[in-house]
């Protein structure tokens, strides 16, 4: 005879889900009525699948689990009532999906208690730049949080054999179901005017002046050669023989002036004409 199970609603969400929100995605679940929805989070423990196996009571769950609602597996017997042998077996069951939620809302919530109480003790000068380093450390610590919680509740999953096929083009994360983001208290922080030094006089660095002795240094009057003549860079003038050089006279054209060359008569008695 197979294991017959009641999965059991007692209005209960996962970690920091909107109600709103879960009791809208349970009434499109189970296309129930506004009556029906508030029987359902009424608080009191409703049965919304009784009588299944154990494959048809994970998958409900999965899919109760899946809008952000918070289920529990109940044994029966053939006729719907409770077993009571069923209870030591049946509290790893109920403890599976509150296990790795409730880490997961209080896994950020952790890391900023002892963060917001140094800003308490913080100075009144705390500059700008490590105020936002501390809000950006506070950060870091509540996405370390929630890769934790997450990976330690897919851990738990996996062991528990809790792992389900969707159906095709169903959403794999609750609507609003992670814990809500961490909104950095900035009510000290003022917009200063366009133009205005946001950097304080204390926050700037501190450069030492640089001191040059100059007490041997003298400044020379107008005019005066300040070059001493062992610095002076010494020409050797170039003597050009221009004694073949002459000049014309005033108006002469120089374009007809030409060198006289002796004329060559060569001696051509000996050639002759080819036919």
């Known amino acids: 005879m197979s294991e017959l199970f009641n999965v059991v609603f007692s209005g209960e969400v996962s970690g920091r889900a909107d109600p709103a929100v879960v009791r809208a995605n349970v009434g499109k679940l189970f296309n129930a009525s506004e009556a029906i929805l508030d029987k359902l989070f009424s608080g009191q423990p409703v049965a919304v699948k009784k009588m299944v196996d154990r494959a048809g009571a994970m998958k409900v769950r999965a899919m109760m689990k899946q809008a952000g609602a918070e289920t529990r597996l109940v044994a029966v017997d053939e006729q719907g009532r409770p077993l009571a042998a069923a209870a030591p077996t049946q509290a790893p069951a109920t403890a599976v999906p509150t296990a790795p ?36 450390e506070e950060q870091k610590r509540v996405n370390a949080g929630r890769e934790a919680a997450a990976k330690e509740a897919a851990a738990q999953a996996a062991a528990e054999g809790q792992w389900v096929v969707a159906p095709v083009g169903a959403r794999l994360s609750p609507v609003n179901a992670g814990p809500a983001p961490v909104v950095p208290d900035i009510s000290d922080i003022v917009l200063s005017p366009s133009g205005s030094d946001v950097i304080a006089d204390s926050e700037r660095p501190v450069v030492a002046p640089v001191r040059v002795d100059i007490s041997g240094i003298d400044l020379a009057p107008p005019g005066t050669e300040v070059l001493l003549e062992s610095e002076r860079e010494h020409i050797v003038p170039v003597v050009v023989d221009i004694s073949g050089i002459s000049v014309a006279e005033v108006g002469a054209p120089l374009d007809e002036i030409r060198e006289e060359k002796m004329l060559i008569n060569p001696d051509i008695s000996h050639l002759t004409m080819a036919d």
């Open 101 to 136: 939620v409730r880490p997961a809302a209080a896994a950020p919530v952790a890391p900023s208690a002892p963060a917001s109480a140094p800003a308490a003790t913080q100075p009144v000068a705390e500059s700008m730049a490590e105020r936002v380093n501390r809000m950006a």
